[in-house]
């Protein structure tokens, strides 16, 4: 019998993870990127493996501070203000969501799909032989103020009842654990089961694994029109002005995934979360664990070819000019945790952005929409692509499959806000 044609928009890390699961159970893929796929989200972020990420962005918290955060021009989370429908709609969503009735939801969703994706993760890592620096010592997230600490002691207990190993550490333990660096702390949690990795060189490795299975990546090929027939069968896709017919289609174009789906009438709320990060390749002095910098919001990662530190999150549509401020905030706030570095030692760093895809609950959309029969959806998420990218793919090929996913997806579903 012949193989069943999929194609799947988008060579980020879900995308990607979404052609491996498929090509597992069967089906001819093709993979199409609009770029050399060397720019995307999934190339410069922190590459945390993270299962105590189990607190979505729209939670109670953010609200408030993030109100005081939008006054300051260098800080980490921002809202741009504009008169722009889409913003102001999924803004609207966003504080919606952000209640603790909602957070408590999510959570065991969260921490199902963050745990079976880590456990995932480093399967697939060993079964196809993969060197991405893959690190499981976890990450700590270092508080410099009571506050900090007692909100993050909040979440590790959280973590601890969901069976998570997590330990509230002194200042001391936390030194103790990095003894390269001079910390200025007050003390820490640290997540145990988290871990992480080196994205670019696990997606270049990947992709080398991907051809080898047959695989067929296609870069620099814009998909511009998705067409449908009044079956509500995807009928074929326009790439680079040629007509791509498949049986299915996954939609994995991260940030830009609704533009795309509004040509099918699909409202699907998501806005682009801009984030900055910068390599030290030969730090003076460097981490065992990643690391969080809790009031700061940065992102500190050991990787293959240096130390990476990541943040902002700025709501700000598909912009990604750099912001010097911001990435300035992100320097100052190191030196603040890390005495060692001074501002002069990133004078070389060549700042890069990348759009996370953000729903308003921060839960990602996984799953068909309005009834398209050869149409599955795989984004929005936000600051666990690749925490999640593994189980998001091995659900993708299972409802391809037309199998029962072996996650219960409600909470994920695309149509959730129609
Ligand atoms: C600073 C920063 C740090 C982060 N740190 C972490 C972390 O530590 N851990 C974690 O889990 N997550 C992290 N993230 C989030 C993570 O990087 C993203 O969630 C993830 O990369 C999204 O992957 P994606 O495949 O959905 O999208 P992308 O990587 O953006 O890929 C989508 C692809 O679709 C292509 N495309 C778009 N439109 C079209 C079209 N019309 N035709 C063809 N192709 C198209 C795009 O060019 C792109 O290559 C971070 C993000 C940032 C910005």
Redesign the pocket.
Known sequence: MKEKEVVV???????LCSAYFLNKKGFNVTV????D?SG???YG????I?PSHIIPLASPGIINQGIRWMTRSDSPFFIKPKLNSDLISWGLKFRKAATKKRVAAAVPLLNDLLMSSRTLTEQLLKEEDIDAGFNDKGIIVFCKTQQALDEETTIAERTIKLGQKTEILSAEQARALNPELDLDVLGGVWYREDANLTPHIFIEKFIDVLKQKGVTIKYNQ??SKITSNDDKNIDSIIVNGEKVVADEYVL?????TRD?LKQLDIQLPLQGGK???FVLPNPKANLNTCAILHEARV?VTPMLHGLRF?GTMEINGLDLTLNKKRIDGIIRSITKYFPQYTKEDFKDIEPWA????CSPDGLPYIGRTKGYKNLLIA?G???????LSVITGKLIAQLASNEVPEIDLTLLEVDRYN
């Not at 199409?32 to 770029?35: A, M």
């Not at 990348?354 to 895809?357: N, S, V």
């Not at 998420?381 to 925490?387: D, E, F, K, R």
């Open positions: 928009i988008g060579a980020g890390i879900i995308g199409i990127d609009n770029t796929g995307n989200c999934s972020n922190a590459g945390f993270s814009e998909v994995a174009a991260g940030s830009w795309l984030g900055y990060s992102a990541a990348g759009l996370r895809p984004t998420h936000a600051m666990l692509g690749v925490s």
